[in-house]
T-cell receptor, first 117, second 112 residues
Framework: DTGVSQNPRHKITKRGQNVTFRCDPI?????LYWYRQTLGQGPEFLTY????????KSRLLSDRFSAERPKGSFSTLEIQRTEQGDSAMYLC???????????????FGSGTRLTVV | ELKVEQNPLFLSMQEGKNYTIYCNYS?????LYWYRQDPGKSLESLFV?????AVKQEGRLMASLDTKARLSTLHITAAVHDLSATYFC????????????FGGGTRLMVKP
């Protein structure tokens, strides 16, 4: 297993366009998280899944943001009608929820850097 | 709402010196984490602290946790240039859905 994989690494889009990012977690990790990080700030929680169930989505920044994890494996984060303020690094993390591994933290992917022009 | 504050926000130090980064959090926590982030890169896990009094060391970095004071420290011993990075602490709580709440980060620059 090569860890948490995110694609694309970089995305430049024009304002008003829709974008979708993909996250492939570590295969045995049943929890998957999305975070946003703007320049000079700590990551900000957006949403998370346990298997295919989205357990928390109230922190998604607006109704333009949505996330799915249809089969409990990979996840997608979509931003509709992008705005310049959406420019940020979008990070995905996964972790096991139960068992001893649950005490050993979150594994983060390399992130997708979004630039809205 | 859980809040996590780090200080200092920026730290410039000479090689060979010692220093401590502080992380305060506002409510009871289940776990405290320290991460390192290099510019343009993702987060690298350094330590996971699970209980009051926990102390972990790796190389020149040592992290400790005082749950009664809601305080964690990251101590740097005899700093070297390779430690230059941004360091984040983060807290998760079962009652808050086991999501990480991050501090604002401490940008460390170690000068030769």
């Amino acid at each position: 297993d090569t860890g948490v994989s995110q694609n694309p690494r970089h995305k430049i889009t024009k304002r008003g366009q829709n974008v979708t990012f993909r996250c492939d977690p570590i295969s045995e990790h049943n929890r998957l998280y999305w975070y946003r990080q703007t320049l000079g700030q700590g990551p900000e929680f957006l949403t998370y899944f346990q298997n295919e169930a989205q357990l928390e989505k109230s922190r998604l920044l607006s109704d333009r943001f949505s996330a799915e994890r249809p089969k409990g494996s990979f996840s997608t984060l979509e931003i509709q009608r992008t705005e310049q303020g959406d420019s940020a690094m979008y990070l995905c993390a996964s972790r096991p929820f139960t068992g001893q591994g649950a005490n050993y933290g979150y594994t983060f992917g390399s992130g997708t850097r979004l630039t809205v022009v | 709402e859980l809040k996590v504050e780090q200080n200092p926000l920026f730290l410039s130090m000479q090689e060979g010196k010692n220093y401590t980064i502080y992380c305060n959090y506002s409510t009871t926590s289940d776990r405290l984490y320290w991460y390192r982030q290099d510019p343009g890169k993702s987060l690298e896990s350094l330590f996971v602290l699970l209980s009051n009094g926990a102390v972990k060391q790796e190389g020149r970095l040592m992290a400790s946790l005082d749950t009664k004071a809601r305080l964690s420290t990251l101590h740097i011993t005899a700093a070297v240039h390779d430690l230059s990075a941004t360091y984040f602490c983060a807290v998760d709580t079962y009652n808050a859905g086991n999501m990480l709440t991050f501090g604002g980060g401490t940008r460390l620059m170690v000068k030769p």
